[in-house]
C-alpha cells in the first residue's frame, strides 16, 4: 500500500493542524495506521495508532487529550487532528501501514511508510 502524508505546516503554540495520511494500491481496510513523528538526531518515535474499522484507537501518553486519530475506509484516509500544539511537538510526521493491529508502537512493525509531513509549533 502506498501512503501519503500531508497537512503540515508552520504554527504557534496553541493553534490546531489536522494532517491527513492517504492511502492506495492495496485493500485500505485490512491495514491498522499509526503515525509517528521525528526530530533531528532521534528515533521515530510513535504517536498515536488506529485499527482497521476505527473502532480502537490508542495514543502516547503526551499527546492524549489533545491529537485525535480517526480513518474513512471509503476515502482511504486516516487523520491526525492536533489540537493545542505545543513547540515539544515540533516534528517531521510519518504515517504508517501493518497489517497486525492497531496497538503497534515499534517503527519496525509497520510495512509500509508515507514520506513525512513537517510540522513546526512556535512558542
Known amino acids: 500500500v502506498q501512503l501519503q502524508a500531508s497537512g503540515g505546516g508552520l504554527v504557534q503554540a496553541g493553534d490546531s493542524l489536522r494532517l491527513s495520511c492517504a492511502a492506495s494500491?492495496?485493500?485500505?481496510?485490512?491495514?491498522?495506521v499509526g503515525w509517528f513523528r521525528q526530530v533531528p538526531g532521534k528515533e521515530r518515535e510513535y504517536v498515536a495508532s488506529?485499527?482497521?474499522?476505527?473502532?480502537?484507537?490508542f495514543y502516547r501518553d503526551s499527546v492524549k487529550g489533545r491529537f485525535t486519530i480517526s480513518r474513512d475506509n471509503v476515502k482511504e484516509v486516516v487523520y491526525l487532528q492536533m489540537n493545542n500544539l505545543k513547540p515539544e511537538d515540533t516534528a517531521v510526521y510519518y504515517c504508517g501501514a501493518n497489517p497486525r493491529g492497531a496497538g503497534r508502537t515499534a517503527r519496525y512493525e509497520y510495512d509500509f511508510w508515507g514520506q513525512g509531513t513537517q510540522v513546526t509549533v512556535s512558542s
Open positions: 488506529i485499527g482497521r474499522d476505527g473502532s480502537t484507537t
Open positions: 494500491g492495496r485493500t485500505f481496510s485490512t491495514y491498522s
